[in-house]
């Protein structure tokens, strides 16, 4: 845990300069951090602003925190969304705790051909859990933004329906195993944002981009030239097949490395 992010339920103050945590991020602290009194954590306030808290009081399964200063901005987001065919319910939870510590903004989660159907009805997927795994993601990555995870059953409806209006000014790429492309290749110019004032600098680029990643067997190709009908460029992530959580480490480190701040 690199940040405590604290919500308005763990302020026990007005002016928001102290909390008191008796979860899991107390026993982090706690067995963990083992922290002592007056120590100073680095604390956030979900969607809010980053800073630095003192440690209070320390129990047996609480502690309090003071002098709570939140005075930094969180990271920049990057500006990129993903589509991801429906992993695994073992997997899910750690892929959106990657996608949150990464900076990912927007998460959609489609069906597809080789999606089980019944993944669909894992309890990784209640809006508790959910939470939780991007909770955590944002306390790796040191962040505060929350991102937004969708859910969209139907793959047709939703590339032919919602994508056109939704990413009409991204830049829009889909991983398939059957190209000879790689993302540098399809990729040559990169949306940059400005760190300090999260706009676009480079008004040349298009203001972000969305990437879609199948199942570790990729989309099958009817679902590939759907994507293509509405501007989707194919890549692939080289000869070795990746486990789902893995290509979106990679597919974002990629985006990153080419030119786009994390």
């Known amino acids: 845990?690199?940040?405590?992010?604290?919500?308005?339920?763990?302020?026990v103050s007005p002016d928001k300069t102290r909390a008191a945590l008796g979860d899991r991020r107390a026993r982090h602290v706690i067995d963990v951090h083992r922290a002592q009194v007056g120590q100073r954590l680095r604390v956030g306030h979900v969607n809010g602003l980053m800073g630095h808290g003192r440690v209070a009081k320390?129990?047996?399964?609480?502690?309090?925190?003071?002098?709570?200063?939140?005075?930094?901005?969180p990271p920049a987001p990057l500006p990129l969304a993903?589509?991801?065919?429906?992993?695994?319910?073992?997997?899910?939870?750690?892929?959106?705790?990657?996608?949150?510590?990464?900076?990912?903004?927007?998460?959609?989660?489609?069906?597809?051909?080789?999606?089980?159907?019944?993944?669909?009805?894992s309890p990784r997927l209640s809006e508790e859990e959910v939470q939780s795994a991007l909770w955590r993601g944002l306390e790796q990555g040191r962040d505060t933004v929350w991102?937004?995870?969708?859910?969209?059953e139907r793959f047709r409806p939703f590339v032919?329906?919602?994508?056109?209006?939704?990413?009409?000014?991204?830049?829009?790429?889909?991983?398939?195993?059957?190209?000879?492309?790689?993302?540098?290749?399809?990729?040559?110019?990169?949306?940059?944002?400005?760190?300090?004032?999260?706009?676009?600098?480079?008004?040349?680029?298009?203001?972000?981009?969305?990437?879609a990643l199948g199942p570790e067997g990729g989309f099958v190709p009817f679902e590939v030239e759907l994507l293509q009908a509405q501007g989707f460029r194919p890549f692939h992530l080289g000869e070795r097949i990746l486990r789902v959580e893995t290509a979106v480490s990679f597919v974002v480190g990629q985006f990153t490395a080419l030119g786009c701040p994390l």
């Open 1 to 11: 845990m690199n940040l405590i992010l604290l919500s308005d339920s763990d302020f």
């Open 58 to 73: 320390i129990g047996t399964r609480d502690i309090e925190l003071f002098d709570i200063a939140l005075d930094e901005a």
């Open 82 to 121: 993903l589509i991801l065919a429906l992993p695994r319910p073992k997997v899910l939870s750690r892929v959106i705790e990657s996608v949150a510590a990464l900076g990912v903004k927007e998460l959609v989660l489609v069906n597809s051909a080789r999606v089980e159907k019944s993944y669909f009805a």
């Open 147 to 152: 991102p937004r995870v969708e859910i969209r």
């Open 160 to 211: 032919e329906d919602e994508l056109p209006l939704r990413f009409a000014d991204a830049t829009k790429l889909v991983a398939h195993p059957g190209t000879r492309q790689r993302l540098g290749d399809v990729l040559r110019r990169c949306p940059r944002v400005d760190m300090a004032s999260d706009t676009t600098v480079d008004t040349a680029s298009p203001k972000r981009g969305v990437i």
